[in-house]
Structures are given as C-alpha cells and as structure tokens.
C-alpha cells in the first residue's frame, strides 16, 4: 500500500470500463478534459456532511468521473466497515474510493486508488494522469491522506492494520530536524549552481514532477507494458519534469518516430524482446539540433536526475541508455536488447550506456 499524505494525492479509477480513448495517453489532466461530475461533486458533498454514510466509489463514464456506489456507515469505527467494499472491488477494474475515516474532522477523509494488477495497462495510465486534480477539484484540504494499492486485501481492517503500522515506522522530524534538513537541501542545490532549482542529488532534494510521471513509469514494469514508450519533458520555465505521453505497442522500429524532432525529449521504452516484465528498458535522451540553448542546458543538466526518477522512485531497472542528436539516429538494433547492468551509476553508464553522437552547435552567425 503506497500512501502521499497532503501536498500529493492518489489516482482513483473505474469500476467500469473507461469510455474514453485510451490508445495513446498525454497527461495531465487538463490535456484529457476529465473532471468530476456534479454528481460526484453531490455525492462527497452528502458523504461529508451525512454520519450514516462510510465512502463513495467511483468510476470515469463519459470523459467524467461519476458516483457508482455508496457503503453505508454500519460502526462508529471505519475499519469495520471496510469488509463492505469487497463485494464492489474488481481484480480487473481500477476504482477510486473516498472514505470517511474520522468523521469529527474537517480533513477526516481518505482518497483511496485501488488500481488491480490485472487492470488494463491504458485504463492504469489514464487514470495516474487524472487522479491528482480529482482530488483538488473536491477539496485538498478534505483528504488527510492519499492511498494508492493494487490488492483488495489491502482494504481490509488486516490490511489497513498493516499499512498504519507501516507508517508508524517512518517517525517524522523533529521541528529543528526539519529545519536542518532544509538548509542541507538548499546548500547542496546552490553548490550545483541551480540557483535553487530542486534536483536528485545528495540527500533527498527532489525533482519537481507533474502528474502521472511517477506512475507512467511504474507502469513500464507491468506484463502488458512491453512495447510501451513513455516521454518525459520539462514544462518551461518553472522546469517541471512533466509527462508529455505514453504509447502502447510501439516496435523498436517506430520508436523514432514517436520522439519530438524540434525540442529535447527523455524517452523510456520498455522493449518487446524482454524475457521477463520490467526488463529491457531503455533510456533515450535526444536533443535535437533545431533545440533552443537553454532547452540543451536544462536537458542535459536534468539527464540524470530524471534517471533518478525512474530508479528510486518508480523502481525501473535501466538496461541501456542512449544519447542522440535526432531521433532519427535510433534504430531498431540499438534498441534490441539491454546491455550492461543496471543503471544508477558510473560503471553501469560505461557498461550500458551508447551515444549516438551530438552535433557541435553552429557559432553565432554563421550557416
């Protein structure tokens, strides 16, 4: 059970089948028009200010996200009504589910993802890129935390047992704690000369991610997911590592052409050849020539971090990284296979790293 507390929030999916086209995904949200209904807007509304009820599903019908269902509250204790929401769980059906933890609370409320691993791999990515705004269209401040699981056992008063214990394990800072670890984070972004700009270096100073980026890549590790290319890019200027789209059933072949020939792009491609889910990904950074200078300086200063991304915080395993200029210099052979070990440092970029070859920028006015 995955939990992001506050500043974050969860992706709640259907318990229906998405109508929405679902071939090739862009995020975030505003990109897909997706929002809440009236209906569930009304819903919430009547499960906050009602004692007698417990939680709300809810599935997207119609590019919207509506109200399925309503568990009653049985007990004064929530977890004793969680055996309720087993009978409307699905092995293959994603479903957002907000639940009335404390109800003497103005934020005694839990935003809930449950996304089965045997959900379809384009249902799982539409809904990570629309699971943040649902909650803020309905209210930050409610949701006193936001769950992400994948197992119905976890909505259990076992499993949410399990989950609390799990969280006491990770005892929070102090007041100067927390204030120390302010100063080391902000020391060590100045000693890179980014003039604060938040990247993964020392400690835990964290890149500034948008919606879905996280969970796109998560997703490459997924069976269904061979062939899938997920693209990152930075939403300029506020330099937001954001996800610009991701394609199922990509051949290495049509990789190129999926990439953008006039603006740098961060590429991972989840290879078909694999032997096994989650192997065989690949990490292409491009830089096209037509690039804007502070485009080549960001990118490649942000290269690293955003492998970063990809290794701690979703857990995929790079096998290969390339580096071109244009997109069109990434052939099907270079993508056949990984090699090398795994990436995250200097030897595993010696093993598993090509390049493809830059081009040296043109001097100032000349052709």
Aim: net charge negative; glycine share 8%.
């Amino acid at each position: 059970m995955k939990v992001e507390v506050k500043s974050r929030t969860s992706a709640l999916a259907p318990h229906s089948p998405p109508s929405a086209d679902l071939g090739s995904i862009s995020a975030p949200n505003h990109r897909s028009g997706i929002s809440a209904s009236q209906a569930l807007q009304h819903a919430f509304n009547d499960l906050v200010s009602s004692p007698g009820k417990r939680a709300v599903l809810a599935s997207i019908q119609n590019e919207q996200i509506t109200p399925t269902t309503t568990i009653s509250a049985n007990s004064s204790r929530f977890e004793d009504d969680l055996h309720q929401l087993q009978s409307h769980l699905s092995s293959t059906q994603a479903t957002y589910i907000l639940l009335k933890v404390d109800n003497t609370a103005p934020d005694g409320y839990a935003a809930i993802t449950f996304v089965p691993n045997a959900a379809p791999v384009r249902q799982k990515m539409l809904f990570a890129s629309t699971r943040l705004s649902l909650v803020r269209e309905l209210g930050l401040e409610r949701f006193r935390e936001q769950i992400f699981c994948t197992e119905a056992s976890e909505l259990t008063a076992e499993g949410w047992a399990r989950h609390e214990k799990h969280e006491a394990l990770a005892a929070p800072l102090t007041e100067e704690e927390s204030g120390l670890k302010g100063v080391k984070d902000a020391e060590a972004a100045e000693s890179l000369g980014t003039q604060g700009r938040r990247g993964h270096v020392t400690g835990r100073i964290d890149v500034k991610t948008g919606e879905g980026v996280v969970e796109a890549l998560e997703l490459l590790k997924e069976e269904g997911c061979k062939g899938t290319v997920v693209q990152l890019k930075y939403a300029l200027p506020e330099e937001v590592l954001t996800l610009d789209s991701s394609t199922d059933g990509v051949a290495p072949e049509d990789v190129s052409k999926t990439i953008s020939t006039s603006e740098p792009r961060y590429t991972f491609y989840a290879s078909p050849s694999a032997e096994e889910a989650g192997g065989g990904i690949v990490f292409i950074y491009t830089c096209p020539t037509s690039s804007r200078i502070k485009e080549r300086m960001i990118y490649s200063t942000g290269k690293s971090w955003t492998r970063t991304v990809a290794e701690r915080d979703a857990g995929i395993v790079i096998t290969k990284a390339l580096e071109a200029t244009e997109p069109s210099e990434i052939t099907a052979d270079m993508l056949g296979g990984g090699q090398g070990g795994t990436a995250g440092g200097d030897a595993a970029n010696a093993a598993g790293e090509k390049k493809a070859g830059f081009a040296r920028p043109k001097r100032p006015g000349r052709r």
